[in-house]
């Protein structure tokens, strides 16, 4: 039958690493403060079109200057680790060069601060925000980016190479690689298939080149890892498999082929073969991808359906990109996104518990001795700021009951077996929602944009308890 995933008093392990996740861009504002360099979102950000109404992360939640207030709310709400990303602009303006000791300091006291608060700090090298110089010079699509990547990772490992618990190289390639340069709905815009894959390769690359760097100059043993966002995909009608074969080659094979495996997927070749001769990939390659990692990192939503297009019909994809100006799924050009039943959160995507369930436990199946992190799950709801007798509240219920059964979900999957080490809920507080700026509301915590004030959200209190007791309670 079709279980309920609200169940409650259901406890998680000793040692189960409760969270909450951020990026950079996404948060900190500041972006011309102490010596900051322009990234691919500043740029793009400031396109006219590009961002719904014009948002831009110029101020953002203004974390740079809330730092303090920010750490103290992580540790009220008793978060054991704090997933946060690093911007590589502020370190190196110009993506290449000298450390810009401003821009380190703030992360200095970032990681210091949450150590003197107990919370463990999960570091992310790179969340979408690339240095512009770089992208002048070709951004992802140029092989020298890899490298350049993998100098700023050994300066931040001998920086931070003593206090950071997980180093995480990228966080979701897919979206660096379809979205910036597939569709062009995320910095740095471009549209062409044959690039978008050219930096599926790069940013594989980097991932391997960053971690051997970081090797060489950590000194307390931490976890490395990498966080993909993996597509759970079904199919529809005869063409389902196929259409299946395709999104899970180009979504999920295509990253984990030669990270776990140390070889790209035969199939991923053949179906691009009209767009690139995957040349880029050069003898050696596949070796320094395919290193262990002590912990990959998972980053989960929402489904998809997929079925073969019928040629006729008009065409579905309800995946968001039927407006983007060009494709995310380079090759997949027969390969139709189904709208499916929700209910749906703010961003339209349907909530679908079981998929991170099926998601963990395939996952575990296939590579069982790879321990595995939540390093996002969350939902954007319209949420209101409301007074209270004893002060300001915002109710919402329903991204409690989401994270209430994608809890249930990963505590299905801990007991069917799989090695799951911790939970990151996305957000710790609204922030900039990309190409949505802040038209969508991701946090636990509430910000007001006018005065930067923070609220925890109801569901903030909820996560509270959950951190505290280990055993999930009634939402
Ligand atoms: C994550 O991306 C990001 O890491 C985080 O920064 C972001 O704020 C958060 O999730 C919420 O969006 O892209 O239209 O084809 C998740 C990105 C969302 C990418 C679902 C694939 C499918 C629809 N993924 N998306 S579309």
Redesign the pocket.
Known sequence: GNPDYRDSGLQFPDGFIFGSAT?AY?IEGAADEDGRGPSIWDTFSHTPGAVLDGDTGDKASDHYHHLEEDLDLMQRLGLHAYRFSISWSRIQPTGRGPVNEKGLAFYERLVDGLLERGIRPIATLY?WDLPQALEDEGGWTNRETAYAFAEYARIMGAALGDRIDTWTTL??PW?SAY?GYGSG?HAPGRTDGAEALTAVHHLNLAHGLAITELRKVVTNDPDFSITL?LHVVRGEGAGGPEAVRQIDGLGNRVFLGPLLKGEYPADVLADTAAITDWSFVRPGDTEIIHQPIDVLGV?Y??TNLVRLWDGETPRQNA???KDAAGS?WPGADRVEFVQQAGPYTD?G?NIEPAGLEELLVSLSEEFPDQPLMIT?NGAAFPDTLVQEADGPAVHDPLRTDYLQRHFTAAHRALARGVDLRGYQV??FMDNF??AYGYSKR?GIVYVDYDTEVRTPKDSALWYAKLVATGIIPAA
Do not use: K, T, V
């Open positions: 990026a996404q969340h966080n979701e979206c979205l709905a966002n980053n939503y929402s995946d968001g990109h995310p961003m995507w996002e996305w957000s929602e990309w991701f």
